[in-house]
């Protein structure tokens, strides 16, 4: 049995610890948790379960085999690191870091070849788009032509963002809506269709709230063979949308997360332009709809990947190598807005980290707001 230590009890540490508890995740257990405000450990301590106020102290305990880190992203990096130097395997909440070359030092302090990193994006046990990768897969739409996400039913609040001193900050969170809300979605998009060789992005910094960061972004992406996309959030719209167009020369994919469709032409849009004598025709399409029937508890599927991982040798869903990936985007969105120029991948970590670091310190310290927040986490899945 896997001992897990979920160091972090806030929003998303809660879920996980629910999920262990409720024995949900195959081959784990809860065996301790860490947090640093005290009254969060109370419910634990005549449970078994080893509770620490010091992360580091549940490191070295010799109680776990494993550590979930679901704290502020810019604990992400020393925390995790800490736990692979001492030889557990990690599971790392989203975003992986602040910013690539973070993730790489985190990659980096892997002792050993057995150890296993994974990152909690869970997004892609989302049926709908699980489907997707199964139609792309398949060559169901033939060779890529562009691929467009709209997703803007981020909409946050004020007080989403003044009720945390790190959320949404340079030196926090390492951004803004790209790096809190869309690491899933900017997941998803590369492990669909792939890594743009180029991105310009036009990101706007405070534009709906007040932030130093990227509240809305919209990027211009250039892949190899000519494909073409863009992507788009924005946490300053209501109701917003959720919109992933992928065309190939044999069809298109669309799916708003809630139901996935495959229109699919008849011939190769190039056969057909060539051969037609109709001056507007236009190749035959079939419509194929597909509605998940059952809710799925993502978060669970990926901890129990995890759990099978290092007991079975199953392989991971979500690598932490995955996550920096997702990283990089969002890096080289809001990098090619800082400099107005189109930013060429694999983005220099090195420039970036230098560039964010400036960012950080000319950063206006964040005003928290003394009202106590309400939360309804399933209100902030997309």
């Not at 991948?345 to 927040?373: M, V």
Request: aromatic share 8%; glycine share 8%.
């Amino acid at each position: 049995m896997l001992r897990i230590g979920v160091i972090g009890l806030g929003n998303i540490g809660k879920v996980h610890v629910n999920n262990l508890r409720g024995g949900l995740v195959e081959g784990a257990e809860l065996v301790a948790v860490a947090e640093q405000a005290t009254g969060a450990l109370d419910e634990f301590k005549d449970s078994g379960i080893a509770c620490f106020t010091d992360a580091t102290e549940m490191i070295q305990s010799g109680l776990v085999d494993a550590a979930l880190i679901a704290l502020p992203t810019f604990l992400h990096a020393p925390l995790g690191i800490q736990a692979l130097e001492a030889g557990l395997h990690v599971m790392m909440e989203k975003p992986l870091a602040c910013h690539k070359a973070e993730a790489e030092r985190i990659l980096a302090a892997r002792q050993r070849d057995d150890q296993v990193i994974a990152l909690m994006m869970n997004q892609r046990t989302n049926p709908c788009y699980a489907k997707l990768k199964q139609w792309l897969d398949e060559g169901a739409i033939g060779t890529l032509q562009r691929v467009s996400w709209i997703m803007t039913n981020w909409f946050r609040p004020e007080i989403y963002f003044h009720s945390s001193a790190w959320r949404a900050t340079w030196a926090g969170d390492g951004g803004g809506v790209l790096m809190n809300q869309c690491p899933h979605n900017l997941d998803v998009l590369q492990w669909l269709v792939g890594m743009p060789e180029r991105i310009r992005g036009y990101c706007s910094f405070g534009k709906y709230h007040d932030l130093d960061v990227e509240d809305e972004a919209t990027a211009y992406l250039e892949y190899p063979n000519g494909v073409t996309g863009l992507f788009a959030a924005s946490t300053g719209e209501a109701p917003g949308v959720n919109r992933l167009e992928i065309i190939g020369d044999k069809g298109t994919l669309k799916t708003d997360g809630n139901k996935a469709i495959l229109m699919r032409c008849s011939e190769s849009v190039a056969e057909f332009s060539k051969s037609t004598d109709e001056m507007f025709g236009m190749p035959e399409i079939t419509e194929e709809v597909f509605e998940p029937t059952e809710a799925v508890n993502q978060h669970a599927i990926i901890l129990t990947n995890f759990s099978k991982a290092i007991n079975e040798g199953e392989t991971l869903i979500t690598p932490a190598e995955e996550g920096i990936k997702s990283l990089e985007l969002a890096g080289a969105m809001i990098y090619s807005t800082w400099t107005d120029s189109t930013v060429e991948l694999p983005l220099d970590s090195a420039a970036y980290e230098a560039r964010i670091k400036q960012a950080a310190a000319e950063s206006t310290p964040r005003t928290n707001l003394k009202t106590a927040a309400k939360v309804d986490m399933s209100k902030s899945y997309r």
